[in-house]
């Protein structure tokens, strides 16, 4: 995975020292890694596009082939031949996209060992610490709910600290030193800002949720989600569609906020650009049939 993190992380750090927000860095990273993609994005939207216009067709051969399986596989190959369409054509975007998300958690982990080890050196040394803010939220690197703190408490940074190889910050030697002092250096900081003010109002993971849950329906297509009640493969995607959005909402609750930018960064992207993809299509489609009027 490190092959991925490193250069994850250069091009974060690259854009941060361009714009000095972690928060904007992460926003920006997101857009570029996405436009990046959308040659493979704009593929994948055409697949899903032909796989809904022949829904109808293929609901027609479950029903008729409904006892024979393997005429009905045979008619659907026929199908998929006949229109040019390739079943498995969305699910390369997929598969490059999830370990990026997967990178991008390590990245984020990391990057919030590192602050809460910089604010550890800079209230030692007698330096002011100000944590980085966004919008409501008052600390990143803390999770973006009603029930985290400002400046984290030593039994909430465990999962941020990790040793890592060639990562100075992080060396095995200063985690040490943080951890047996913690209390004793940061307890003037948190008497600063942890007066019964909530780090985030749990905004972050709302709109995962509720993304998530927009960009699963746009995906599938209506006439999916009309036929959800009558077949019972379509029943368990329906579930599993449900399982994923509330560990969306689940991990952008849990983990940093920063992770959680990313998240929903990619999923309003994703809507934006699905919805797009498909008024350019009606449009296309809509000047090909008056074309084919006049002919």
Request: a positive charge; charged letters at 15%.
């Amino acid at each position: 995975m490190n092959f991925i993190i490193t250069p994850l992380r250069w091009i974060i750090d690259l854009i941060y020292s361009g714009v000095g927000s972690y928060a904007v860095a992460i926003i920006l990273f997101t857009l570029i890694v996405k436009l990046i993609l959308l040659p493979l994005d704009i593929k994948q939207r055409h697949s899903m596009r032909k796989m809904q216009d022949i829904q109808p067709q293929i609901e027609a051969l479950n029903k008729k082939y409904e006892k024979d399986p393997e005429k009905k596989s045979q008619k659907t190959m026929e199908l998929y031949k006949k229109n040019k369409v390739n079943p498995m054509g969305g699910c390369l975007p997929m598969l490059i996209q999830m370990p990026i998300l997967f990178a991008m958690f390590a990245v984020m982990r990391h990057v919030a060992g590192e602050q809460i080890v910089t604010m550890y050196q800079t209230v030692a040394a007698g330096g002011t610490y100000v944590p980085e803010s966004f919008l409501w939220i008052h600390n990143i690197w803390q999770p973006d709910n009603i029930m985290a703190t400002i400046i984290p408490q030593l039994t909430d940074i465990m999962g941020n600290i990790s040793v890592v190889n060639g990562n100075e910050l992080l060396s095995e030697n200063i985690i040490n030193i943080v951890k047996t002092n913690y209390d004793i250096v940061i307890q003037p900081l948190m008497d600063q800002f942890n007066q019964g003010v909530a780090n985030g109002w749990a905004i972050l993971p709302i709109l995962a949720g509720a993304t998530q849950y927009l960009t699963t329906f746009l995906m599938n297509g209506k006439q999916a989600q009309q036929n959800q009640s009558q077949n019972p493969q379509a029943q368990q995607q329906k579930m599993m569609n449900y399982l994923f959005q509330l560990m969306s909402v689940f991990f952008c609750w849990s983990y940093n906020a920063a992770f959680s930018l990313y998240w929903v960064t990619a999923n309003i992207y994703s809507i934006v650009t699905y919805l797009a993809f498909n008024a350019y299509a009606d449009y296309q489609n809509k000047k090909k049939a008056e074309m084919a009027e006049q002919k």
